[in-house]
């Protein structure tokens, strides 16, 4: 069985340029979560997706972040404008419920100049 | 106070050594505990569950000491691939079962 993808797996961008970042969870697994890894923090919860819904967003930083699930398969989130300090290691994970284990992609490095 | 902490280390330890790391947590409605393992440059996994009794899982044993808000992991006859950061993982439980907690990781190198 496959298992969590992203793309890309790096990404180089300016300051103020857009990115947008995909990730295909495993099949049907209803459960989608964006996670955020900055230089030297710990990874950080960003949202979570029930299906096609937005079930919790309270980790997202600002409105310069859009995530979306549409069809409830993939997501992407998009970051526009980016600003240096989003630079860092966006992980997705995906579970077939609530209270499953998480099942982590393997990330896409992103690096704001 | 960060709601997962860990000692970074990094831990270097002989090939054979037995190592133990501790995470304190913040929230005493989280229910469900967990170790991860992350290799450099790689995603999270799962390595296992802490259960209220203890768990242990090979050369693995996690404890989780609820009165204290304490989990340990311990790791006996270390391997070569063992080397990896270990990550203390708490849902806020109480609901916030989606949202894993993380702490920073503690490094631990296995040298031959």
């Known amino acids: 069985e496959a298992g969590v993808t992203q793309f890309p797996s790096h990404s180089v961008i300016e300051k103020g340029q857009t990115v947008t970042l995909r990730c295909d969870p495993i099949?049907?697994?209803?459960?989608l979560y964006w996670y955020r890894r900055v230089m030297g923090k710990e990874i950080k919860f960003l949202l979570h997706f029930v299906k096609e819904s937005k079930q919790d967003e309270s980790g997202m930083p600002n409105n310069r972040f859009l995530a979306e699930r549409t069809g409830g398969t993939y997501s992407t989130l998009k970051v526009q404008p980016a600003e240096l300090e989003d630079s860092g290691v966006y992980f997705c994970?995906?579970?077939?419920?609530?209270?499953?284990?998480?099942?982590f992609g393997p990330g896409t490095r992103l690096t704001v100049l | 106070r960060k709601e997962v902490e860990q000692d970074p280390g990094p831990f270097n330890v002989p090939e054979g050594a037995t190592v133990a790391f501790n995470c304190t947590y913040s929230?005493?409605?989280?229910?469900?505990f967990f170790w991860y393992r992350q290799d450099c440059r790689k995603e999270p996994k799962l390595l296992m569950s802490?259960?209220?009794s203890g768990n242990e899982d090979g050369r693995f044993t996690a404890q989780l000491n609820r009165a204290s808000q304490y989990i340990s992991l311990l790791i006996r006859d270390s391997k070569l691939s063992d080397s990896a950061t270990y990550l203390c993982v708490v849902p806020p439980g109480a609901g916030g079962y989606n949202k894993l907690i993380f702490g920073a990781g503690t490094r631990l190198a296995v040298h031959p």
């Open positions: 994970a995906s579970s077939p419920g609530l209270a499953d284990t998480q099942y």
């Open positions: 929230n005493s409605a989280s229910q469900s």
């Open positions: 802490v259960y209220s």
């Open positions: 099949s049907g697994h209803d459960n």
